[in-house]
């Protein structure tokens, strides 16, 4: 399969196993949700998950594959206060999860660009 076959799919996975993730292990989700947003954290990190695995299922399907990639990486942007909240938070602990928290910053670039690509990539597509 072709790298441009395969980046589909590899992002709908890794929104798929994120979406998991808030189900499976919710508290370390519910600490990035800013206090700002109304509500209590663990639905926030719920609707999140909801969320992700929805653009997982739109990611993975041609039909729906442009339209879900670019609410992808309006998603991703959405989450960078979440990461900026925990980086913040972190910034006191070990080193190891301090440079964690800090390395996700940069890394929603990459990420945004990628659902972009996938995105320009299915248009036009069914």
Known sequence: MPRSERSPLLLAGLLAAAGVAHFAAPRQFDATIPKALPGSPRAWTYGSGVVELALAAGVASPRTRA????????FFV???PANV?????????????R??????????????????????NGEGRS
């Open 99 to 120: 440079n964690a928290a800090l390395a996700r910053l940069p890394l929603q670039v990459p990420l945004v660009l990628w659902a972009r690509g996938v995105a320009k």
């Open 85 to 97: 909240k925990m980086a913040v938070d972190w910034r006191h602990r070990p080193a190891p999860q």
């Open 78 to 80: 959405g989450v960078f």
């Open 67 to 74: 339209v879900a990639a670019k609410a992808a990486a309006a």
